[in-house]
Structure formats: structure tokens, C-alpha cells
């Protein structure tokens, strides 16, 4: 083993948020003074809509949204800048970025948040919020874990002491809408131990080290 390789077939939670960002072939975000990018690292051209929802952690609907349509060309880093739309924005506590084929509608990259402070200067992360969980055993041997926030969650992490890996993880809840993830076993790893896995399953979120987290007692299914 190297440093920082993962033995056992687990990934870190930061290997889970460049799965579903940094890592695609596109990827869109923002920075400083607004400045904002889409790019293609993808070999064919693509048409895309980079959809933004302002959240304030305290709201259980975001307070503006808007889409920029993007045409890019195929090959390496074909890049569209602009800047973020003003609308809200100072009420906002995060902007939630996803990007996704304009006539499919098939998403080409997950939720990316982008945060205008830094978390302890965020006022709603001390915001409750409750997140539900519910495990259902499959007959293929995995997990589906379902999990459904009250307010938007940032970051949201799961971790067990049963040996096997989720199939997503380190992601951001909407309020009311339930995400499913698999748990899945390791390959030519023992089949999930359903007992283990509900009995040590954890979850916590970037405001659980600033504010408050309540979690729902995980139910069987």
C-alpha cells in the first residue's frame, strides 16, 4: 500500500464528490467575483444546461433558480466562462450546481456545491436538520439505504463497521426528497451483513460539526 491508497476496496468521501464532479467529463463551477466555468473533457461535442439553485439552509425550497445553456465542442478542457446570475445570491448560503444534456435531460454531472464563505462563517449550518433513514435487504445480497433530509444537508456521509461499500457517498440532500444508495459487498468479499450494517450505520453532515444533526431511528424494511 501507498499513502493515501484505500485498502479493502472502500473509497474516501473525497473520491465519492470527484466521482460525481470534479471527474466527469463535465464539470461546472464558480469562484471568486462570481466568475463561473462549464467545461467538456468529453471526445464528442455536447449541448448542456448547467442548472443553479440558491439554498438558504434555514428555507425547504430554494430561493432562486436559474439555467446557462452551453454548446461545447469535443476534445480536451472546450471551456464556456460567464458569471453567476446576482438574483438572491447575497441571501443564499450555497449554490447548488448540476449539469445535465440539454435534450435528454440525462445528468452529466451530480450536485457540486458551491459555498460563498467558509462553513464556520455560514449562520445556516447551526440550522436542525433530521435526516431519515431506512435499510431494505435485497436478494442479491446488498443494502439500499434510503435517506431524506427536512433541510438541505451538505456533504452528507455515511460510514459502517460492516465490511462492504457504498455506491455513492459525501452527497447533498434537497429537502423531502429520499436518495437511495446501495451497499454493496466487497468483490470476493462475504455478502452484506444486513444486522451489522443497520446496527453500526452512521451519517453525518458538514453542519453536524457546527450545528445540530438529528438522525431518525434507522428502520428495517
Same mark, same amino acid.
Given at each position: 500500500?501507498?499513502?493515501?491508497?484505500?485498502? +479493502?476496496?472502500?473509497?474516501?468521501?473525497?473520491?465519492?464528490?470527484?466521482?460525481?464532479?470534479?471527474?466527469?467529463?463535465?464539470? /461546472? $463551477?464558480?469562484?471568486?467575483?462570481?466568475?463561473?466555468?462549464?467545461?467538456?473533457?468529453?471526445?464528442?461535442?455536447?449541448?448542456?444546461?448547467?442548472? &443553479?439553485?440558491?439554498?438558504?439552509?434555514?428555507?425547504?425550497?430554494?430561493?432562486?433558480?436559474? $439555467?446557462?445553456?452551453?454548446?461545447?465542442?469535443?476534445?480536451?478542457? /472546450?471551456?464556456?466562462?460567464?458569471?453567476?446570475?446576482? $438574483?438572491?445570491?447575497?441571501?443564499?448560503?450555497?449554490?447548488?450546481?448540476?449539469?445535465?444534456?440539454?435534450?435528454?435531460? =440525462?445528468?452529466?454531472?451530480?450536485?457540486?456545491?458551491?459555498?460563498?464563505?467558509?462553513?464556520?462563517?455560514?449562520?445556516?449550518?447551526?440550522?436542525?436538520?433530521?435526516?431519515?433513514? /431506512?435499510?431494505?435487504?435485497?436478494?442479491?445480497?446488498?443494502?439500499?439505504?434510503?435517506?431524506?433530509?427536512?433541510?438541505?444537508?451538505?456533504?452528507? =456521509?455515511?460510514?459502517?463497521?460492516?465490511?462492504?461499500? &457504498?455506491?455513492?457517498?459525501?452527497?447533498?440532500?434537497?429537502?423531502?426528497?429520499?436518495?437511495?444508495?446501495?451497499?454493496?459487498?466487497?468483490?470476493?468479499?462475504?455478502?452484506?451483513?444486513?444486522?451489522?450494517?443497520?446496527?453500526?450505520?452512521?451519517?453525518?453532515?458538514? +453542519?453536524?460539526?457546527? +450545528?445540530?444533526?438529528? $438522525?431518525? /431511528?434507522?428502520?428495517?424494511?
Amino acid at each position: 500500500a501507498v499513502s493515501g491508497q484505500v485498502v +479493502g476496496g472502500r473509497w474516501k468521501p473525497l473520491m465519492h464528490m470527484f466521482q460525481n464532479s470534479l471527474l466527469r467529463d463535465v464539470f /461546472a $463551477t464558480c469562484g471568486r467575483d462570481r466568475q463561473c466555468f462549464v467545461k467538456n473533457d468529453g471526445m464528442a461535442p455536447v449541448d448542456v444546461d448547467v442548472k &443553479f439553485e440558491y439554498w438558504t439552509l434555514t428555507e425547504q425550497t430554494p430561493i432562486h433558480e436559474w $439555467t446557462h445553456s452551453a454548446s461545447l465542442e469535443g476534445g480536451v478542457a /472546450a471551456t464556456e466562462r460567464f458569471e453567476l446570475e446576482t $438574483t438572491q445570491l447575497e441571501r443564499a448560503d450555497v449554490v447548488l450546481i448540476r449539469a445535465q444534456e440539454k435534450t435528454s435531460g =440525462t445528468i452529466v454531472m451530480k450536485d457540486n456545491a458551491f459555498l460563498r464563505t467558509v462553513p464556520k462563517d455560514i449562520p445556516g449550518l447551526k440550522h436542525p436538520v433530521s435526516i431519515a433513514i /431506512a435499510v431494505s435487504q435485497s436478494s442479491d445480497g446488498t443494502a439500499m439505504v434510503t435517506l431524506e433530509s427536512d433541510f438541505v444537508a451538505l456533504y452528507v =456521509t455515511l460510514t459502517t463497521v460492516a465490511q462492504g461499500r &457504498f455506491s455513492d457517498n459525501a452527497l447533498h440532500l434537497r429537502p423531502h426528497l429520499k436518495h437511495v444508495i446501495e451497499f454493496l459487498p466487497l468483490k470476493h468479499g462475504p455478502p452484506v451483513d444486513f444486522q451489522e450494517l443497520t446496527s453500526t450505520l452512521r451519517v453525518e453532515h458538514l +453542519g453536524s460539526y457546527i +450545528g445540530n444533526l438529528t $438522525t431518525s /431511528a434507522i428502520a428495517r424494511v
